[in-house]
């Protein structure tokens, strides 16, 4: 059967790319404690790097350019539904600007 073939193939090949991906793992991981060991870095270290690298830079909250009632929105992102009901109900952006 063709279709039993083809799907063995498809198997062997797979098979064939998982072992040369595990085998890139298994470099890069050799090189990354070489290289810990080069810097004589500590498991502290590692872990304070890591999680210092990987953290999401927080950015600024724009300031507000809106408000009404209290409540403020930069203009960016989508319209608080505030903002929505204002316009529908015949009102316009500018009366809405913060001078």
Do not use: C
Request: aromatic share 6%; hydrophobic share 35%.
């Amino acid at each position: 059967m063709k279709i039993i073939k083809d799907i063995d193939a498809q198997i062997e090949n797979l098979k064939r790319q998982k072992r040369e991906v595990m085998a890139n793992r298994n470099s890069a991981l050799k090189g990354v404690v070489e290289t810990v060991r080069d810097y004589g870095f500590t498991w502290e270290e590692i872990q304070e790097g890591i999680a210092r690298l990987s953290s999401k830079v927080k950015k600024e909250k724009a300031p507000a350019r809106y408000r009404k009632d209290g409540m403020e929105w930069s203009g960016k992102g989508r319209k608080p539904l505030w903002v929505i009901e204002h316009l529908n109900a015949g009102g316009s952006i500018e009366d809405l600007t913060i001078q």
